[in-house]
């Protein structure tokens, strides 16, 4: 049975996180040791990365959809029927632009 500890000893085999950010621009060479790694996140904007990376706290996972796109695969609950458009689910990406941004600022706690 293998553990692992969040934090514990790096793996020499993992890749770099950077692979899967969505801050980071990759540029790889013919050869496995040449490549460029820039990030381009907020606080380190257009820093050159020399090594791999095992833990950055501004890392976003490019592999998981963004709100806006959950967003738009969601079944909105409109409970309010209008002249075009009864009360009931209706698919995020039917949204009118106008009803998608009213829908992105919208405060939940908020009756």
Same mark, same amino acid.
């Given at each position: 049975m293998r553990v692992k500890v969040q934090?514990?000893?790096?793996?020499? #085999? &993992? @890749? !770099?996180?950077?692979?899967?950010?969505?801050? @980071?621009?990759?540029?790889?060479? &013919?050869? +496995?040791? &040449?490549?460029?790694? &820039?990030?381009?996140? !907020?606080?380190?904007? #257009?820093?050159?990365?020399? $090594?791999?990376?095992?833990?950055?706290? @501004? /890392?976003? *996972? !490019?592999?998981?959809? @963004? /709100?806006?796109?959950?967003?738009?695969? %969601?079944?909105?609950?409109?409970?309010? =029927?209008?002249?075009?458009? %009864? =009360? #009931? $689910?209706?698919?995020?990406?039917? +949204?009118?632009?106008?009803?998608? =941004? *009213?829908?992105?600022? *919208?405060?939940? *706690?908020?009756?």
């Amino acid at each position: 049975m293998r553990v692992k500890v969040q934090g514990g000893t790096v793996q020499h #085999g &993992e @890749s !770099s996180l950077c692979t899967t950010c969505c801050h @980071s621009k990759i540029i790889r060479g &013919e050869t +496995l040791n &040449e490549r460029i790694v &820039e990030c381009t996140s !907020s606080v380190m904007h #257009g820093l050159i990365i020399p $090594f791999r990376v095992t833990f950055c706290s @501004s /890392y976003c *996972d !490019s592999r998981q959809p @963004s /709100y806006v796109d959950m967003v738009r695969m %969601a079944w909105i609950l409109t409970p309010h =029927a209008t002249k075009r458009r %009864a =009360a #009931g $689910f209706v698919r995020g990406e039917d +949204l009118t632009p106008k009803e998608f =941004a *009213d829908m992105l600022t *919208d405060d939940p *706690d908020e009756p």
